[in-house]
């Protein structure tokens, strides 16, 4: 049966963790593939918020197992607190299972990643500073510690956080005046790590291979967005992994011959956190309205998002890397109220007043393009109780339908608020269990 992936479509902070939740029911496995917690899930649960760093957001159904992927990058401290939390709410964590292959976060990381984003001075990335970067640049530099390291003999553990210690303490002291790694310190660390992590480390890769040969549901869940790609953002305001959909099979051990759909998820507007050029951001009364009642705070650091209208141009490319089957609104009731809607078709060069269609390759390409926009009525009233297409505002209606034809995507789903059944299904995604559909319009 499908393994079906959902991707961030924009630049983060789509609303896919009610996306995942929504579908998750139907699923038997959902699995969280790169990133790590940098990226924060918002889950509004009969009222309850739940917040996600690294776990799965399926963890709120009593009968999925989820999975933290080879793919991510894990901080410790981050996990033990994300799964206290989630026992005081009572909130079983026997199906959660941890890939051996996952790289681990560690304090000089986060240190590391602080120390570097200041000496960037105006040039500033705008990360987390959660360690992030420096955890992949270590994957990438073959000296980072994963996981299933937490479970080798004392002397084999030593000699390799002796290894990362040897190359990296001329960096810290000298490059940037940090202490020095402490071979004993993390040693000390990695015991505590091992007690916390031990009970869920497994070979995730064969769980989801015999899961797709015996045809179960698998649901692969990103962190941020396809802007925010490393290899197709807008470099170098970007996270340090691959959240499009080709990193969903990198990142969870699954073949490409496993995925039988890609849905995207984008809000009906766009948002971004940290550096880098946003053709369509606002600073106007619209922008206040999208980032006051889209409540435009980053789940992880509290940062207030820059707000602007959909990005067509940047959603039509988005859909090209993805290879999208279906798109995901999300936050269309935040319209509610708003005279005027835009939608971005286009950018003019301020150079050269040529207009394009197509998402520059070069942030010093973008930086001098302003938006092309379509302008739409907007609606009173509320769209929250809405629970088919065909009842939305005839507005609303033309302006989803025009984005969903300029991006050349089927809708799939709406979101029209943040509880799981303020949601209208417009497409059947997965099978249902014994046959049965959850098709709503």
Known sequence: MPAVIIVGAQWGDEGKAKVIDLL????????????GCNAGHTVVRDGETFKFHLIPSGILYSDKTCIIGPGTVISPEVLEAELQNL???????GRLCISPRAHLTLPY??????????????????????GIGPTYEDKVGRI??????????????RSRIQVIA??????????????????EAIMSLCEQYRRIMAPF???????????????????LEGAQGTMLDLDHGTYPFVTSSNPTAGGACTGSGLGPKAIS??????????????SGPFPTELFDQAGSHLATVGAEFGTTTGRARRCGWFDAVAMKYSARINGLDGLA??????????????LCTGYRNKQTDEVVHSFPSHIEVLEHMEPIYESFPGWQGSVRDVRKFADLPIEAQNFLNRLSQIINVPLSIISVGPERDQTILIEDILPSPKGTSCLVS
């Open 87 to 93: 026992a005081e709410k009572k909130i079983a964590m």
């Open 144 to 157: 980072g510690l994963r996981v299933g390291d937490l479970l080798l003999s004392e002397e084999i553990l």
């Open 261 to 274: 759909r890609v849905i995207g998820v984008a809000k009906a507007y766009t948002t971004r956190v940290g």
């Open 166 to 183: 040897d190359q990296k303490n001329p960096v810290l002291t000298k490059a940037f005046q940090l202490p020095p790694i402490d071979v």
């Open 24 to 35: 998750a029911e139907r699923d038997h496995y959902i699995v969280r593939y790169q990133g």
């Open 109 to 130: 990381h986060i240190a590391l990643d602080g120390a570097k984003e200041d000496s960037l001075g105006e040039g500033k990335i705008g990360t987390t500073r959660r």
């Open 329 to 342: 609104i999300t936050k269309l009731d935040v319209f509610d109220g708003l005279e005027e809607l835009r």
């Open 201 to 219: 480390i497994t070979d995730t890769d064969e769980i989801l291979a015999q899961a797709v040969e015996q045809g179960e549901n698998v649901l």
